[in-house]
């Protein structure tokens, strides 16, 4: 259970980086408006980064753990991979849209690498989410499906950073649920 301090670190930050984003937000103004000092901030999270990636991974295993239970029962396993996969790449890229920016994120070297690391956890987090479930567990192996979320993560995380407007996005996003994933998904249940 996590302590009412950090509970108010994480909620400060979840306001301030949707309203005025990651890069627009300072430490300081974290501190303020968790009502502790900067101090106490580090004394919890080394640094903003180590926040932002708190509050990201939060919200998407809220996420991943709501749409794994809403589509349990999905008619078969190819439509609730698909479905599963898409709806989490979608939460992924509007999380980091709404808390960090994508501009910021195309621009700043540490960005770069601050990616990485999410889109490594993000993997670890629905692999294990998904051999948590009993059917998926019992029919896919885990290396394959490594191999879609891998795949589908690549690939959204790709067209984030080469689209220049909401609309591409819009249209990233059905080319890969259309053209891409099905053929993923039939891969991975081979």
């Known amino acids: 259970m996590e302590d009412k301090i950090v509970i108010a670190i994480k909620k400060s930050a979840r306001e301030l980086f949707r309203k005025y984003g ?3 937000t300072s430490v300081n103004e974290l501190a303020k408006n968790a ?3 900067k ?3 580090y004394k919890h999270f080394a640094s903003k980064e180590l926040i932002l990636h ?6 998407i295993e809220e996420n991943v753990s709501d749409i794994l239970n809403k589509h349990v029962n999905e008619k078969d396993l190819a439509t609730f991979l698909a479905n599963t996969i898409l709806k989490v790449s979608r939460v992924t890229y509007t999380v980091c849209n ?5 501009e910021f994120l195309r621009e700043s070297a540490n960005a ?4 990485k690391i999410l889109s490594d956890d993000l993997e670890f987090l629905l692999l294990r989410s998904f051999m948590q479930n009993e059917t998926i567990s019992a029919t896919i192996p885990e290396e394959r499906l490594t191999f879609l979320i891998k795949c589908s993560k690549n690939i959204v995380f790709s067209f984030a950073f080469t689209a220049v407007s909401v609309a591409d996005v819009r249209k990233n996003f059905i080319s890969f649920q259309k053209d891409m994933l099905p053929y993923l998904v039939e891969a991975t249940l081979l």
């Open 35 to 37: 009502s502790i000092a």
């Open 39 to 41: 101090a106490t901030f």
């Open 98 to 102: 709404e808390f960090v920016g994508w």
């Open 54 to 59: 708190a509050v990201l991974m939060d919200y």
């Open 22 to 24: 990651y890069n627009k």
């Open 112 to 115: 770069q690498e601050y990616l």
